[in-house]
């Protein structure tokens, strides 16, 4: 089977999951998100793995320990956002970060800070970046996905209209010191083609899910959505640059592994919270 191929399968199974796992409810909703924030944090540990400044039994617990972490940050804001416990809960989220202070007592490392560091940004840059989907699933009082989905289709259409783009026209780097491949025609060319699924989904997304959105409201998603999911490829391009890795891991056959696919979303997801709980009502 060749690449494309293996490629092309991969991502056409990655995206029924994605959309079948946030349409359906939104238990289904949070079984498919809590998973994805165990395989990202897991996949983190792989790359930071050899940083890390202690025995093989504490790089272990450290994993256990940023796992369980995060999957109950995740279902802390999913039953803040769904309304199952108070706001204040969300105060319960700031422990987590703090609590790796404690653990480093523990460890007889020769660098804890280094550790706390490095452990805590597993928390900083997925935990809490994928637990705000869950504001978007719940921005409308219920559990609805027209906000979460939209902006999901957003980041993939950005991924490829400016990976065509950059095929076709690029000429003009973009951020050549991180990523020599990106330019700025590919950049231009993924916010026009997301700005373009913006108008489709506006056409499309009431009838499906009874929620009629402004397509203002929609384009500014999507152009938010393509300038924060280029600044997230370039911030992943920036540590695997700096770890000399080509892909954070071999999960996904022809996509690399998980933050691999995710690292776009993983800015776009908060800014786009953001935007509506700051603008829309």
């Not at 840059?125 to 409308?140: D, E, N, T, V």
């Not at 999911?229 to 592994?257: F, V, W």
Request: hydrophobic residues 50%; positive net charge.
């Amino acid at each position: 089977m060749s690449d494309i191929t293996t490629r092309i399968i991969t991502g056409i199974f990655f995206v029924i999951v994605m959309i079948g796992g946030v349409v359906l409810s939104e238990y289904s909703f949070l079984i498919l998100f809590s998973l994805l924030v165990i395989l990202c944090i897991n996949e983190y540990h792989g790359i930071i793995h050899n940083l890390l400044t202690s025995s093989s039994k504490w790089k272990s617990m450290y994993k256990i320990l940023n796992t369980i972490f995060s999957v109950i940050i995740f279902g802390i804001v999913f039953m803040v956002a769904s309304k199952k416990i108070p706001l204040i809960s969300l105060s319960l989220v700031c422990g987590f970060p703090l609590t790796w202070l404690v653990v480093e007592m523990y460890t007889k490392s020769d660098k804890p800070f280094y550790n706390v560091c490095l452990n805590s940004m597993g928390i900083f840059y997925l935990a809490i970046p994928l637990s705000s989907a869950s504001l978007l699933a719940f921005h409308a009082g219920e559990y609805s996905w027209h906000y979460l989905l939209a902006i999901m289709i957003f980041a993939w259409s950005n991924d490829s209209f400016a990976y065509l783009f950059g095929r076709l026209l690029g000429k003009h780097k973009l951020f050549e010191r991180i990523s020599p491949k990106k330019t700025w025609e590919g950049f231009i060319g993924g916010i026009l083609g997301t700005v373009l699924f913006a108008y489709i989904i506006f056409l499309l997304f009431p009838k499906w899910t009874g929620y009629s959105v402004d397509l203002t409201i929609y384009v500014i998603l999507a152009v938010i959505t393509s300038i924060t999911s280029t600044y997230g490829d370039l911030a992943e391009s920036m540590i695997k640059r700096n770890l000399q890795i080509k892909d954070t891991g071999t999960a996904l056959p022809g996509h690399g592994g998980f933050l691999d696919r995710f690292d776009g979303l993983i800015f776009s997801l908060p800014a786009c919270t953001l935007y509506l709980t700051f603008f829309i009502k």
